[in-house]
């Protein structure tokens, strides 16, 4: 059994495993319907608990058809009605019923320390499905679906985001930077730059950053560029103060011009105003494609928790 929490704390070779199942298993259904399950039904039986404490669209579905392709089911639970929300059962127990019940739990949290918390009491596997300071469920799809379009490791490109320097999908790029070896250039105003301790780490792993406070150099000559809502779920932030103060950031048809001409456009979703909608919804932009394989990353993700990864 191993937990998912972070990229960092995952061995790169672990990561490159994932990838490679995830691909392996997506040629393998190319004519089967959402809900049919993969041949070999390697999860057969197995229930993944989901709890989201903040809104989510994309890794609720995923998650859901991902353990049903395995063979397994799904429950989500609403945190409002737990005991535990609202202070009538602790962590402990809900973890050891958690645990009792169900074989693998996914949880998206307004709190990283919960995170630990309940991995602490848990004798299944823990899946971060988000929290304020990483999303590396997501990240991690995101280098699949890079390497899926372009037809070359991630490691041979230049990547560039262009946004918050200091929100949970950087912070995990910046992690999956270090574990895949890749170019990374960010482009954010001087008051949002990267988080220090995690550019620390960075830099002791060899990493190749590159932080820039103007958004077109950070863009130039980029394979990929990526953004994400300037305000977070998590922000407890003066939004329009915080908006107002990346209005130089948006990726715009100018941005894209400065990236190399066969450049993608990539966006975790939901969107806001940091992307303009011709960028969106234009040729180079890649969002519905990289929203979709989230499925077969999560597939794979499951099957390295449950010890089942080749
Ligand atoms: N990208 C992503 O995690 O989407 P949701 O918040 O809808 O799950
Ligand atoms: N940074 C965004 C990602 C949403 C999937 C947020 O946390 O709201």
Redesign the pocket.
């Known amino acids: 059994m191993k937990n998912f929490i972070n990229l960092k704390d995952i061995p790169a070779k672990d990561l490159k495993k994932i990838l490679n199942e995830a691909k392996r298993r997506k040629v393998k259904r190319k004519k089967l319907a959402a809900l049919e399950v993969d041949k070999d039904a390697p999860l057969k039986g197995k229930m993944l608990v989901q709890m989201f404490e903040k809104s989510s669209l994309r890794t609720r579905l995923s998650f859901y058809v991902a353990i049903r392709q395995l063979g397994g089911g799904a429950l989500t639970l609403r945190p409002d009605e737990l005991h535990l929300s609202k202070g009538g059962e602790s962590i402990a127990d809900t973890a050891k019923i958690l645990s009792t019940f169900g074989n693998a739990f996914m949880l998206r949290t307004d709190n990283d320390q919960k995170l630990d918390n309940f991995k602490k009491y848990m004798t299944i596997p823990i899946i971060n499905g ?1 929290s304020p300071s990483s ?1 590396p469920t ?1 990240v991690l799809s995101d280098v699949f679906t890079i390497e899926e379009i372009k037809k070359k490791p991630i490691s041979k490109l230049q990547i560039c985001w262009i946004g918050d320097g200091n ?3 950087i912070n995990s790029l910046i992690e999956a930077s270090v574990k895949f070896s890749f170019k990374l250039s960010i482009g954010c105003p001087k008051k949002y730059q990267p988080n220090k301790k995690l550019l620390n780490w960075s830099k002791k792993n060899k990493a190749q950053i590159k932080i820039f406070n103007d958004s077109e150099k950070a863009a130039t000559d980029s394979d990929v560029i990526f953004t ?2 300037v305000v ?3 922000d407890k932030v003066n939004k329009s103060k915080k908006i107002k103060d990346f209005k130089n950031f948006k990726v715009d048809s100018k941005v894209m011009r400065s990236a190399k001409k066969d450049s993608i456009f990539l966006h ?3 969107r806001g105003s940091e992307v303009s909608d011709d960028v969106f919804l234009g040729k180079q932009s890649k969002v519905w494609q990289q929203a979709l394989n989230r499925i077969y990353v999560q597939k794979s993700i499951l099957l390295y928790s449950f010890g089942k990864l080749r």
């Open positions: 988000l999303h997501q929100n949970n999908v994400d809502k977070s779920m998590n975790c979703l939901p």
